[in-house]
């Protein structure tokens, strides 16, 4: 129940396409859903968040879509550039406790 | 703003010497830091809760006398891989988490190898 499921495990855009990246989860105590991103040797980088009040959040090229009922969150990149290609971590976190539970990632490649 | 470090980045030690890790949270007071380990091409494991003044929360399957824990100050917390092996070999990554706030900030990594 503490898990959260992520993928796909590797996505390959063309430059300026859409990448988009799913996760799950199971448990309905989770109120903190952070996106990071991670380059490889460095530590992960908060892109960006949501609770469950919102059903998305903007910012920049990064939108996070949130599914209440379906127990289910997106990241979706837009005009994905080749600086984007990293490794994805989406993560929940259960109200009050702060602990982060990470997805097992995804590795994006941005080919130009 | 937001801004944690690590030191050191890289360490290479000895099977059965013990390395000291610090994370410092250099422009706000965390009073909750968290210690992760990555292994290649793996997601973020957290081993343990740090909070100023109070001893560490373990995760389940975490050493608690292999991995020492301290968080003496708002701004520093540590992390001693005691008597460490070659399969402690990983990236140990810090996280701190400000007042009142839900994002964790994370420290660069410090790439941990046992020869």
């Known amino acids: 129940q503490q898990q959260v499921k992520q993928s796909p495990q590797s996505l390959i855009v063309q430059k300026g396409g859409i990448s988009i990246i799913n996760c799950a989860y199971e448990n309905t105590a989770f109120d903190y859903f952070p996106w990071y991103q991670q380059f490889p040797g460095k530590g992960p980088a908060l892109l960006i968040a949501i609770r469950p009040d919102v059903s998305e959040k903007k910012e920049g090229r990064f939108t996070i879509s949130f599914n209440k009922s379906a127990k289910q969150f997106s990241l979706h990149i837009m005009d994905s550039q080749p600086g984007d290609s990293a490794t994805y971590f989406c993560?929940?976190?259960?109200?009050?406790?702060?602990?982060?539970?990470f997805g097992a990632g995804t590795r994006l490649a941005v080919h130009p | 703003g937001a801004v944690v470090s690590q030191h050191p980045s890289r360490v290479i030690c000895k099977s059965g010497t013990s390395v000291k890790i610090e994370c410092r949270s250099l422009d706000f007071q965390a009073t909750t830091m968290f210690w992760y380990r990555q292994f290649p091409k793996q997601s973020l494991m957290l081993m343990a809760t740090s909070n100023e003044g109070s001893k560490a929360t373990y995760e389940q399957g975490v050493e608690k006398d292999k991995f020492l824990i301290n968080h003496a100050s708002l701004t520093l917390s540590t992390l001693t891989v005691t008597s460490a092996h070659p399969e402690d070999s990983s990236f140990y990554i810090c996280s701190a988490l400000p007042p009142a706030r839900d994002e964790q900030y994370f420290g660069p990594g410090t790439r941990l190898t046992v020869t």
């Open positions: 993560a929940a976190s259960p109200g009050g406790y702060n602990k982060l539970i």
